[in-house]
């Protein structure tokens, strides 16, 4: 999915899902920095679109309706990659709960619907 204002695509996750409401957590990858979030790290191969070794940023998690992401999708704004291993994703899932960059608001949304 394209990231605004630049249009360099990133990698988003669904790491949680809220059907009755039809939202998601989602979290995107990211080229770590100095000082950065730890919680997560990704090594290169561990995802087909992995370019570099990488970490989850959480604080850029967003609550999103399931039905905008599909309507993305569908408008070719955004396109679907390969699923992630269930290993893999429960340890961002993890990383999530142990990370002091998530808000309090997607933290609670994690932990209720993972």
């Known amino acids: 999915m394209p990231s605004y ?3 360099t695509e990133h990698l988003y996750i669904l790491v949680a899902v809220k059907e009755s409401a039809g939202k998601a ?3 995107n ?3 770590p920095k100095d000082g950065c979030d730890e919680s997560c790290k990704l090594a290169l191969g561990e995802h087909r679109f992995l370019k570099y ?5 959480y604080a ?6 399931i039905s905008d992401i599909e309507q993305a999708i569908s ?4 396109k679907p990659h390969d699923p ?3 290993e893999l994703l429960k340890r961002i899932q993890a990383g999530g709960l142990i990370s002091p960059a998530i808000s309090f608001k997607h933290l609670t949304f994690l932990s209720e619907n993972i």
């Open 5 to 7: 204002p630049s249009k």
């Open 25 to 27: 957590l989602m979290v």
């Open 29 to 31: 990858v990211t080229t």
């Open 53 to 57: 070794d990488s970490v989850i940023n």
């Open 60 to 65: 850029d998690s967003r609550i999103v309706n």
């Open 75 to 78: 408008y070719n704004i955004a």
């Open 84 to 86: 992630f291993e269930n």
